[in-house]
């Protein structure tokens, strides 16, 4: 596959995501923000594109939001974008339920023993909740 055919792949990819989000997101507001949800997906894309980050984790970050953590859904986002993606959204999500100190004690606990991907892309989320 040349680097062309590549980029493309991972443009497609991409849009894939932008428009998963978009769909999932379509007339949900920000409490915090009044602004349209679909603002902080995009911006997780830019944040991660910005560091270089692999194609498998800016597509996770687009995606962030756009799952809930039953089987059934991990089974779709697995069918639609791959195990790795998956990997990555189902890792990050399995705190959402703990009350916000406990939150913040098990998530760094947590990320001391992610995976750098992993790592990445809960940092990304972070940048981009703290600017809201």
């Known amino acids: 596959m040349s680097l062309e055919q590549f980029q493309i792949q991972e443009a497609k990819r991409i849009y894939k995501a932008v428009k998963y989000a978009n769909h999932y ?14 603002i902080k997906p ?5 944040v991660l594109s ?7 984790i800016i597509v996770a970050g687009i ?11 991990k ?4 069918d639609e974008f791959g195990e790795k993606v998956a990997n ?3 890792g990050y999500q399995g705190l959402r339920e703990v009350a916000w ?7 760094c606990n947590r990320l001391a023993e992610a995976t750098k991907r992993e790592k990445i892309l809960a940092l990304a989320d972070i940048v981009v909740k703290q600017r809201q």
């Open 25 to 38: 997101h379509l007339c949900r507001i920000c409490k915090e923000s009044s602004r349209a949800f679909i």
């Open 42 to 46: 995009l911006e997780v894309l830019q």
């Open 50 to 56: 910005n560091i270089d980050a692999d194609i498998d």
């Open 63 to 73: 995606l962030l939001e756009a799952f809930d953590e039953s089987i059934e859904s």
């Open 75 to 78: 089974n779709r986002l697995r």
């Open 88 to 90: 990555l959204i189902f």
């Open 101 to 107: 100190n406990d939150r913040v004690m098990a998530e």
